[in-house]
């Protein structure tokens, strides 16, 4: 699929509801104490996965309509051992959150998923959950992962690498432990578990770095709104600042400071970007984006800084690669376990367009021209973040890109195609 260049960018958008968000409600939900609603799901391949997993334990989940779940909570040790392996899809969240989810269930549990998610480590979640007493398998620390529910017991890990999912992980597992489950963080990460149990009704306890959760009785959360996901609103936020004359809008954009690190990223770099209409749903910060364009200066991104904008960091690349002087990234070690190896595929697609970046063992470093990039043709090799950069770097190039395999944004983002046209002007 060619992008074609846009002059500018103008009007108001939202963007689907945030995917982190929304697989943690449909897991919560389907363990919780009565029905859940959930309004502003946010579909993609990845949370049809959750769903399909948690139907396949048992819950029953109503699609009222796109965007509306209800969800039949089965109780907090109500799930069943299901006829044969669970198929998480390409979905990296589902896998190792349900596999927290389950330490706490009776009976076999095996988790898989497609040929790239059974590429990817499970092995972080393994180690803690057998350190809990829980029995736990895997194929040289990929999937497939089995476990063997029961009785857990609580512990203190300290995160041996900066991960909201290994995070989740073992908070879950903690729900149904003996005795307090604690986590310590090398660096924050996202909170959204911390937050949707508080919002529950168990009690977390949050000391810097320091997360706990004692045994639940049980788990009730009746109405949930989700708000915008800001990994969606992102490449807009990006290409909005990179198009002289743009003047966006999008409105109802989640803003949990563990997930907005690149409006501080861009705001250094010099974008205007404005927030108003700020509010609160479900204990998760909400609010309008206003994006006029700016030009951009370099900056540096450090390690204790990517947590806060893993997924964003080729977009990051993007926004550099416009900017005057040299940019770099450094302690992202975490892109090369994603659906790629994702600082290979983000440098070797940036090539492509006629962007000066190279890679580093942790990170790259972007030598950024205040002018749009040719533009040609990548590949994103079914990654949907590599695609995404790409729709991006189509609009915000000189002759257009040609991105194979755009069909990844499609499953990860439905309507994106279809949102970028309504806010670009040729």
Not at 279 to 288: F, K, M, N, R
Not at 327 to 343: P, Y
Not at 371 to 391: F, V
Request: aromatic fraction near 4%; charge should be negative; proline fraction near 6%.
């Amino acid at each position: 699929m060619k992008i074609e260049p846009a002059s500018s960018l103008h009007g108001h958008i939202a963007v689907p509801g945030d995917k982190s968000i929304s697989h943690r409600a449909v897991l919560l939900g389907a363990i919780a104490d009565g029905e859940t609603t959930v309004r502003g799901f946010g579909r993609s391949g990845d949370t049809e996965a959750t769903i399909a997993a948690m139907r396949g334990l048992g819950a029953t989940v109503h699609e009222d309509d796109v965007d509306t779940l209800r969800i039949e909570g089965a109780g907090l040790r109500g799930l069943r051992e299901p006829d044969g392996p669970l198929d998480c899809g390409n979905s990296g969240t589902t896998i190792r959150l349900l596999a927290g989810v389950l330490a706490g269930q009776r009976g076999r549990f095996e988790l898989t998923g497609d040929e790239s998610l059974r590429r990817r480590p499970v092995d972080r979640i393994a180690e803690p959950l057998a350190q809990m007493g829980i029995g736990v398998e895997t194929s040289d620390g990929l999937p497939p992962l089995v476990i063997e529910g029961g009785e857990p017991r609580g512990i203190r890990y300290e995160l041996p690498v900066a991960s909201a999912q290994v995070k989740s992980c073992v908070l879950l597992a903690g729900l149904f432990a003996e005795g307090r489950t604690t986590v310590v963080e090398p660096l924050p990460t996202r909170d959204h578990t911390e937050l949707m149990l508080a919002a529950a009704g168990v009690r977390v306890a949050r000391q810097q770095r320091r997360i706990s959760v004692g045994p639940a009785d049980g788990l009730r959360l009746d109405e949930l709104v989700v708000p915008g996901d800001f990994s969606a609103a992102a490449p807009f936020v990006v290409a909005a600042t990179l198009l002289p004359g743009s003047e966006l809008t999008i409105h109802g954009v989640g803003l949990n400071p563990r997930r907005t690190g690149l409006l501080d990223v861009l705001a250094r770099m010099g974008a205007r970007i404005t927030i108003f209409n700020r509010h609160q749903s479900g204990g998760e910060p909400v609010g309008d984006l206003e994006v006029r364009s700016a030009e951009l200066t370099a900056t540096s991104v450090t390690a204790s800084e990517v947590p806060l904008l893993v997924d964003e960091l080729p977009l990051f690349a993007l926004a550099a690669a416009c900017a005057r002087g040299e940019s770099t990234v450094w302690g992202a070690e975490e892109l090369r376990v994603k659906e790629t190896d994702r600082i290979e595929t983000m440098t070797n697609s940036l090539r492509a367009l006629g962007v000066r970046v190279t890679p580093r063992d942790d990170g790259f470093w972007v030598r950024g021209v205040p002018t749009r990039p040719k533009g040609g043709r990548m590949a994103s090799h079914g990654d949907h973040r590599i695609a995404i950069l790409g729709a991006a770097a189509g609009l915000v190039s000189r002759e257009g890109v040609d991105v194979q395999d755009a069909e990844a944004v499609a499953v990860s983002f439905p309507g994106f195609f279809e949102l970028l046209h309504s806010v670009t002007q040729r």
